[in-house]
């Protein structure tokens, strides 16, 4: 059975996207820990994110560069924090954090709950970076 983000991928569920190429996908994360917070998903169905081919793990990271890159564009920060847990949903994933302490990137923290309106536009925003428009 598909992953809730191969439907993603395929545009059966709606996302809030934020960047795509040929082989990856980028989106907000529906439980934001902060302003920003995205997934980048493979679109290759794979569990676990170390069972990539060492190509596939390579170019994967390449494209969270640049959506990070343009996270911080859209988001000033710190830094762009990255982490994979991959505990609830069973497709490889790395959580990009905009961050300004280390406490933005507990997982235990309070999520932010944000109108469909709020998460359309803080996607444009980043979407808009990644393609140089801002
Ligand atoms: P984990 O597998 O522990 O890395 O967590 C999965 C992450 O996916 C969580 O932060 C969820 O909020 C997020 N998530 C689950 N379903 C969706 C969805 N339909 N759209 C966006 N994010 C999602």
């Excluded at 809030?16 to 934001?32: G, H, M, R, S, T």
Aim: charged share 25%; glycine share 4%; hydrophobic share 45%.
């Amino acid at each position: 059975m598909a992953t809730i983000f191969s439907k993603i991928v395929a545009g059966e569920i709606p996302s809030y996207k934020v960047a795509e190429d040929d082989k990856f996908y980028a989106f907000l994360d529906i439980n934001p820990l902060v302003k920003g917070h995205t997934l980048v998903v493979p679109k290759k169905e794979v569990d676990y994110i170390y069972d990539l081919s060492d190509e596939e793990l390579a170019a994967m990271h390449v494209f969270a560069k640049h959506v990070a890159l343009a996270i911080q564009k859209a988001f000033p920060c710190r830094k762009v924090g990255e982490a994979v847990i991959g505990l609830e949903v069973p497709h490889a994933h790395i959580h990009l954090i905009p961050i300004q302490n280390e406490s933005d990137m507990l997982f235990s923290n309070p999520k932010l709950k944000l109108s469909d309106e709020e998460f359309k536009s803080i996607a444009e925003r980043i979407h808009n970076a990644w393609e140089g428009k801002a």
